[in-house]
């Protein structure tokens, strides 16, 4: 009999109060895989800063940490407004001194054909995911450069690898983010700043959830499990290690490229998905 799959890795793999006194900031963090992130950061002594539109959406997730022990604090902003971004990294630095780890999580995405994709829906995309990683990640380099050092991550993902319709703007927007990388981890680590990216797979997060609804019956009932069973037949079918990730399992890697045992890798791209880029084969457009 086959083994079963194991779920996202147990939290105490890392040392308790492994990040006390250090800041996170966590671009996306009110919801999904970011706030994931702030879930296994702040389960290890991290205060995290949750930075998104809108002002609602982080207030609660923050709220929700701190009632469960965590420290947490939400901040507003667009991404895509370079002098918004630089207000909001002077304005943690007042009140917390530092900034430790950049998580450059905020994206937008949605499926169109790229025939009819419009300039707003094209620059929209482009302008958080690429945009929006670049004017956080140059914010920040002062104030981690004054302190000594840090960490960013950025989120990516692995559909460009090999081309995956209907996304041509997230597709190369994240492609960019590759890049970026890559040529941020060479030319700051001088400054002792790190900069990483992970490629998650495919996490259930409330988009992705939609995506696999399937249309209601003939009738009009929608069938309340037929997304668990679309999900679960996706899971067998297409990702070696055969289930689905979990937030906690981004958040377990950016917890390591976070700590002292990463402190020698900067400019790597961790895929993070059960095995799915390298078996799969994309659907047609
Ligand atoms: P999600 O729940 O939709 O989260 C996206 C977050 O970005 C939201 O909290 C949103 O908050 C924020 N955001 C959007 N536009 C913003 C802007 N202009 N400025 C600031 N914040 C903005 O998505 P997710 O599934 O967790 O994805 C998180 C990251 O993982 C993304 O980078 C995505 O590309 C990547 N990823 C996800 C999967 C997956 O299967 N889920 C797979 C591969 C890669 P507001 O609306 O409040 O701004």
Redesign the pocket.
Known sequence: MTAPIPPAAPLDVFRPGLFDGQVALI????????RGIADTLTALGAHVVL????QE??DAAAAEIRAAGGRASAVA????EAERVQQVVAQVREAHGRIDLLVN?????FYAPSETLTANAWKSVVE??LY?TFFCSQAVLPVMRGQGGGSIVN????LHYRGWPLMAH?TAA?AGIDALTRTLAVEWARDRVRVNAI??????????RKAFTPPPTAEGVPDVFAVDRAMASYAKKAIPLQRW?A?ADIGNMVAFLMSPAASWITGAILVVDGGEWLAKTAPSA
């Not at 902003?77 to 895509?80: A, F, G, Q, T």
């Not at 999580?105 to 995405?109: E, F, S």
Request: aromatic share 0%; net charge positive; glycine share 22%.
């Open positions: 671009t996306g963090g009110g919801s999904g895989i970011g930075a998104s539109r809108k959406r982080v902003v667009d991404v895509r999580n905020a994206a937008g995405n958080i995911d929006g989120i990516s993902m692995t997230a994240k490629a998650p797979g495919p996490i259930p997060t409330e988009g992705v990730g937030p």
